[in-house]
């Protein structure tokens, strides 16, 4: 998939071939039905400040503000920030030797992943405080989100799984295509108006994944957002996206990034290749 020609037309030119009686015939576009995700562009509604040294990796809105799990082994955490400031109102620690990734809500307990640790652990949504952890899960953690069926989980690869918020148990996958070939590399997830947002690990853009059969129905085109973000390396990646459902709003940042945008969807005419 050539994810630099995400706005070249997609158009096939058919030929009208003349008879030997006919005169000739001028070549006629014909466009052909699109079958890919409507692509969108984002305007920058406000920039708020983010913490720079914060890998960031899960990121949700919860009771009017940003909850944020962070990476890297003796530097994960699980922190309460204020939107408007960047401070952080309050944290727990990630055991030192666990790579913390993705975040989600259920019910009155926040859930966070690690990477290759094994590691779920939950904490309470009033005070950060541990509940329970369990640390025998046989999947790499990358991204968590909360759907009406269960939790929703990546690890990296193009599937998603769908999880009892309890036992941890898949309950189905979710194969993940977008313009019928499968979309790798699903990282931070969001649920947004029945669609599982996602980032896709160092690409410039969010998918929107129709749960019911893994098609990707939107591509979010933030490429000129990470251009202009100035960041410290290559690993300071797009990776974050919250979603305010009461007030219909959508926040993205990145790891390392120094700001955090609230973003609106702009449709455009754009087709992926």
Known sequence: ???????????????????????????????????????????????YPHDASAFTQGLLWHDGA?????????????????????KVLAQSAIPLDQFGEGLALWEDEFVSLTWRDGAIHRWNTETLEPVSSREDYPLEGWGLTTAPEGLVHSDGSDTLRVLDPETYEVRREITVTMMGKPLRRLNELEW????VYANVWKAPYIVAIDPADGVVKKLIWLKPLVDTTPVADG??????IAWDADNGRLFVTGKLWPSLYEIRLVETDGRVN
Request: proline letters at 6%.
């Open 235 to 240: 690993e300071s990646v797009l990776n974050g």
């Open 66 to 86: 940003l909850y944020e799990s962070t990476g890297r082994e003796g530097q994960s955490v699980v922190r309460k920030v204020e939107l408007e400031t960047g």
């Open 1 to 47: 998939m050539n994810f630099r020609s995400f706005f070249l037309p997609f158009a096939a030119l058919s030929l009208a071939v003349p008879s030997a009686a006919q005169a000739p015939a001028e070549p006629v576009a014909v466009e052909e039905a699109y079958a890919g995700p409507t692509v969108y562009v984002a305007d920058v509604v406000a920039s």
């Open 192 to 195: 947004v108006d029945g669609l």
